[in-house]
Antibody, heavy 114, light 108 residues
Framework: QLQLVQSGAEVKKPGSSVKVSCKAS????????ISWVRQAPGQGLEWIGV????????KYAQKFQGRVSITADEVTYTAYMELSGLTSDDTAIYYC????????WGQGTTVIVS | DIHMTQSPSSVSASVGDRVTITCQAS??????LNWYQQKPGKAPNLLIY???DLETGVPSRFSGSGSGTDFSLTISSLQPEDIATYYC??????????FGQGTKLEIK
């Protein structure tokens, strides 16, 4: 059964960048879409973008265009989300998740910008 | 980006009530819509995919309908364990995309 295990919590300074990893185990990684979704404290879910490793296809929400980069390493079964130009508004839990109909979620990575 | 508008933003209902949440897309998305349930401190859980298909293991009191731009999620008989926040999410070209802003469901 596929599991997605994310990297640990981060504390960042405003203006810096953060790179969060998401390692897949127990299932086929390359052929599924891997989305990144965030949730600020007390707020709703916000979709950031997606990658399909098999086709090297990415799509980003307009809000994050130019500031986010989603990549995947098919050798290590790891996806990455890098967000630059951090502000306090980027403080959130960041999730990776599998599929178009998302059925598997990572445990979440807390990013605090302060 | 396709914009998703959910309503209401919160709803209070009694156990046994029928509850309906709606979601409107800013453009035609056919039936490319998912519904998720999220309980506090947990990751979301897929309830409905392709607008009306029930995910395996989800109670049959949950149902989804709609196509094009207008969609709804219905709970036929509200149970205490259904207290959560519900989100719709559109997908197009087989790529997942934007969520609605969420509907918080509370027990009266």
């Amino acid at each position: 059964q596929l599991q997605l295990v994310q990297s640990g919590a981060e504390v960042k300074k405003p203006g810096s960048s953060v790179k969060v990893s998401c390692k897949a185990s127990g299932g086929d990684f390359a052929s599924f879409a891997i989305s990144w979704v965030r949730q600020a404290p007390g707020q709703g879910l916000e979709w950031i973008g997606v990658i399909v490793p098999l086709f090297h296809t990415t799509k980003y929400a307009q809000k994050f265009q130019g500031r986010v980069s989603i990549t995947a390493d098919e050798v290590t079964y790891t996806a990455y989300m890098e967000l630059s130009g951090l502000t306090s508004d980027d403080t959130a839990i960041y999730y990776c998740a599998r599929g178009v109909n998302i059925d598997v979620w990572g445990q979440g990575t807390t990013v605090i910008v302060s | 980006d396709i914009h998703m508008t959910q309503s209401p933003s919160s709803v209070s209902a009694s156990v046994g009530d029928r509850v309906t949440i709606t979601c409107q897309a800013s453009q035609d998305i056919s039936t490319n819509l998912n519904w998720y349930q999220q309980k506090p401190g947990k990751a979301p859980n897929l309830l409905i995919y392709d607008a009306s298909d029930l995910e395996t293991g989800v109670p049959s009191r949950f149902s989804g309908s709609g196509s094009g731009t207008d969609f709804s999620l219905t709970i036929s008989s509200l149970q205490p364990e259904d207290i959560a926040t519900y989100y719709c999410q559109q997908y197009d070209n087989l790529l997942p995309g934007t969520f609605g802003q969420g509907t918080k469901l509370e027990i009266k």
